[in-house]
């Protein structure tokens, strides 16, 4: 069952969600809004067109950290974002991420498969931004450029997130 901003609003008074920095005005009906903070990573120009075989080759390795207030992303061009919001999650809630209408409405996609947010997560939330419009857009850190939608599972997880994903404990 998904949760709603009286229950999510009780989530964050009882400590089952922790939102940091958490702005007025970010939580909707049934969501949360996350803004964009100020690191990106861009693909190596050595790697652009390139056959890269994935078993090789991750993330790390094929992206440049940027930090900047202003990014811009050409047609068909994808970067990874971070949320400013930390999200700590008890181990009985999961988010998801979703996408904002009024991008998606202008071919921006904020993530590609990974919208997950694992039950026990404490950790900040990375987009795959993916620019699907025949023009270039621009990206400003602090942008509403996602939300979150939660649900409580029927148990809590064995497994929370903040202490068994090998990325989590690095966030």
């Not at 970010?26 to 809004?33: A, L, N, P, R």
């Not at 050409?74 to 008890?90: D, F, N, Q, V």
């Not at 998801?96 to 026990?120: C, D, F, K, N, W």
């Not at 990206?139 to 939608?149: D, F, K, N, P």
Request: net charge positive; proline share 4%.
């Amino acid at each position: 069952m998904f949760l709603s901003d009286v229950d999510i609003k009780k989530a964050i008074k009882n400590g089952e969600i922790t939102i940091e920095p958490l702005g007025r005005g970010q939580i909707g009906e049934g969501s949360v809004d996350l803004t964009l903070g100020e690191s990106f990573w861009f693909f190596k120009k050595m790697y652009i067109g390139a056959r890269v075989d994935l078993d090789k080759v991750g993330f790390k390795k094929a992206t440049k950290k940027v930090n900047a207030d202003t990014v811009v992303l050409g047609p068909g061009e994808m970067c990874l974002g971070i949320s400013r919001e930390k999200l700590t999650l008890a181990a009985d809630i999961m988010g998801r991420l979703e996408g904002r209408s009024r991008y998606a409405r202008m071919g921006l996609a904020v993530h590609i498969t990974s919208a997950v947010v694992q039950p026990g997560s404490a950790n900040h939330q990375v987009f795959e931004i993916f620019n699907s419009a025949p023009f270039t857009v621009v990206l400003h850190e602090g942008m509403r450029i996602s939300q979150v939608v939660f649900c409580r599972t029927e148990s809590p997880t064995s497994k929370p997130y903040a202490k068994h994903g090998k990325i989590a404990r690095k966030q």
